[in-house]
Nanobody, 126 residues
């Protein structure tokens, strides 16, 4: 069973950049997908981005598609979320999670993810 630890959150100004990391202890299998989700106060958890581990295939929410980049470093068992041109509406707790049986149809659905990290707070000031 993999455990996930997110890091890199913080308080930054709008228009700047931030990179989140998600490091997995335990095994990430070739067919796994790793996703980033976020949850703002009083809002539901929403999909941000995901990457299929072996295929390196990437998926993005429309709201972040041109600003965020997901990547992985297999040697470090780490997934990154590079966030550029941050906006106040990006403020949320960001979580990474593992989907052991991903598909294109379910990549954006949080209930399909099996293991979650504890989250890291990202706050964007205007």
């Amino acid at each position: 069973q993999a455990e996930l630890v997110e890091s890199g959150g913080g308080l930054v100004q709008a228009g700047t950049s931030l990179t989140l990391s998600c490091t997995a202890s335990g095994t990430i299998y070739a067919n796994d997908a790793i996703g980033w989700f976020r949850q703002a106060p009083t809002k539901e958890r929403e999909f941000v981005a995901a990457i299929r581990w072996r295929l390196n295939e990437k998926f993005y929410a429309d709201s972040v598609k041109d600003r965020f980049t997901i990547s992985r470093d297999a040697a470090k068992n780490t997934i990154y979320l590079q966030m550029n041109n941050l906006k106040p509406e990006d403020t949320a707790v960001y979580y990474c999670a593992v989907d052991r049986s991903p598909s294109r149809a379910t990549m954006q659905i949080s209930n399909n993810y099996d293991v979650w990290g504890q989250g890291t707070q990202v706050t964007i000031s205007s």
